[in-house]
């Protein structure tokens, strides 16, 4: 018997115009794609400006030296190298992030580094600027990206395994983010 809604079969699902039940417009999937771009462009861009802070001393920064002794004085073991790891992780999961390239695991690289800022920030309370709001957002933004996907305007679009993104990739991924923060939170005094 045809029918008006959309039809779905065992294999495949057909989705409908662009108007639901109610005659409203809804949203066009391009719309979300834009959306995920434009968190993926400011999240990632800001997490590879406070790598490069790390890394560099760019827009302010300590450098690796500088930053080296903040993590240092937060308990950190081998200040100047958990400055590196951080720094790069921060630049190049942010690039990455903000390409859409890899996106899973450059959602995790910044979920790691995040939950140590976390751990760092975690007794001055919730607000800025010396709570961790910052970054439980950054934290949460990253994980929803590696959930998600990139959308459509990504470079993972390119890559066969990564096209078409599943949710237990990004599962996968924030979990060895969780993972690989627990480890290195072991290490601080």
Do not use: C
Not at 151 to 162: E, T
């Amino acid at each position: 018997m045809p029918s008006s809604s959309p039809s779905t079969t065992a294999a495949t699902t057909t989705v409908s115009p662009t108007r639901d039940t109610a005659g409203s417009a809804t949203t066009s999937p391009h719309a979300y794609d834009a959306g995920l771009l434009l968190l993926r462009l400011a999240l990632g861009l800001t997490m590879a400006a406070h790598g490069s802070q790390k890394l560099f001393g760019w827009f302010g920064g300590g450098g690796i030296d500088g930053t080296g002794q903040f993590f240092t004085m937060s308990g950190y073991p081998a200040g100047n190298a958990m400055a590196v790891v951080a720094g790069l992780t921060e630049t190049l999961g942010g690039l990455a992030l903000a390409v859409g390239l890899l996106t899973p695991l450059a959602g995790a690289a910044i979920v790691g580094t995040m939950v140590n800022a976390i751990a760092v920030t975690w007794g001055g309370g919730f607000f800025a600027p010396k709570g961790s709001e910052y970054e439980l957002l950054l934290t949460a933004g990253a994980a929803a990206l590696a959930l998600t996907g990139p959308g459509r305007y990504a470079v993972d679009r390119f890559l066969p395994v990564l096209r078409a993104h599943r949710l237990a990739y990004g599962a996968a991924a924030v979990v060895v983010g969780l993972v690989t923060a627990g480890v290195i939170l072991l290490l601080r005094k």
